[in-house]
C-alpha cells in the first residue's frame, strides 16, 4: 500500500514562530487531507487539497501531487496549535479510505 | 453544521465480550468508514462501507469485525469477542469528499 512519511516527526516553536510540515507519499492520490489532532484526541479538518494551495487564517497548505508531497504552513504560532498534525492522502482507485501519517507533534511554549 | 456523532465516549469491557460501536454518519453522505487508533500511534483504517456493503478492508479488520448500517441513520461497528489489543480510540467518519471524522469511542479492554 502507499506510504505516508511525515518530517519532522517532534516540533518545539516558541509562540510567534512560523513552521512548515512535510508530507511525502509514495504513489499517486486523489485526495489528501491535512488534520489537527486536538488534546482530548479529535480529529478537526484542516484542509482538503489533492492539489494546489489554500489558506485558512494562520495555515496553509500546498501539494504538489505529481512530486508526491504536501506542506503545511503555520504562521504565527499559538499555543492552542500544539498537538499532533496529520497528513492523510487517498490512494487513486481506492474506496477512498485515507492513509494516515504517523504525525508531527508539535508543541508552542508560552 | 453537520457533524458525525458517536456513541459511547467511553467504553469499558471485559476481554471476550462483544462490544457494539456506534456512529450517526452526515445524512447525505454515501461512503462509511471506520478508523481505530491505538495509543500514541497512527489512525489505522478498518473499513469501508457504501451502497450497504463494505466496499474495502484491511488485514486488521478479520472475523471479530463486522458492520452493519441498520437504518438510514446509524452505521455500527461490532467486535465478537474482545481481546486486550482490541483497546483503542475508533473513530467514524463520512464523506462526499472530504472525509469527516466523528469524536471516536475510546474503547479499553480489560
Known amino acids: 500500500g502507499i506510504q505516508v512519511e511525515q518530517s519532522p516527526p517532534d516540533l518545539i516553536l516558541q509562540e510567534g514562530a512560523n513552521s512548515t510540515l512535510r508530507c511525502n507519499f509514495s504513489d499517486s492520490v486523489n485526495n489528501l487531507q491535512w488534520f489537527h489532532q486536538n488534546p482530548w484526541g479529535q480529529l478537526i479538518n484542516l484542509f482538503y487539497?489533492?492539489?494546489g494551495t489554500k489558506q485558512n487564517g494562520r495555515l496553509s497548505a500546498t501539494t504538489v501531487a505529481t512530486e508526491r508531497y504536501s506542506l503545511l504552513y503555520i504562521s504565527s504560532s499559538q499555543t492552542t496549535d500544539s498537538g499532533v498534525y496529520f497528513c492523510a492522502p487517498t490512494l487513486s482507485g481506492s474506496a477512498r479510505q485515507l492513509t494516515f501519517g504517523s504525525g508531527t507533534q508539535l508543541t508552542v511554549l508560552p | 453544521e453537520p457533524e458525525v456523532t458517536q456513541t459511547p465516549s467511553h467504553q469499558v469491557t471485559q476481554m471476550g465480550q462483544e462490544v457494539i460501536l456506534r456512529c450517526v454518519p452526515i445524512s447525505n453522505h454515501l461512503y462509511f468508514y471506520w478508523y481505530r487508533q491505538i495509543l500514541g500511534q497512527k489512525v489505522e483504517f478498518l473499513v469501508s462501507f457504501y451502497n450497504n456493503e463494505i466496499s474495502e478492508k484491511s488485514e486488521i479488520f478479520d472475523d471479530q469485525f463486522s458492520v452493519e448500517r441498520p437504518d438510514g441513520s446509524n452505521f455500527t461497528l461490532k467486535i465478537r469477542s474482545t481481546k486486550l489489543e482490541d483497546s483503542a480510540m475508533y473513530f467514524c467518519?463520512?464523506?462526499?469528499?472530504?472525509?469527516?471524522f466523528g469524536p471516536g469511542t475510546r474503547l479499553t479492554v480489560l
Open positions: 467518519a463520512s464523506t462526499q469528499g472530504t472525509q469527516f
Open positions: 487539497i489533492p492539489s
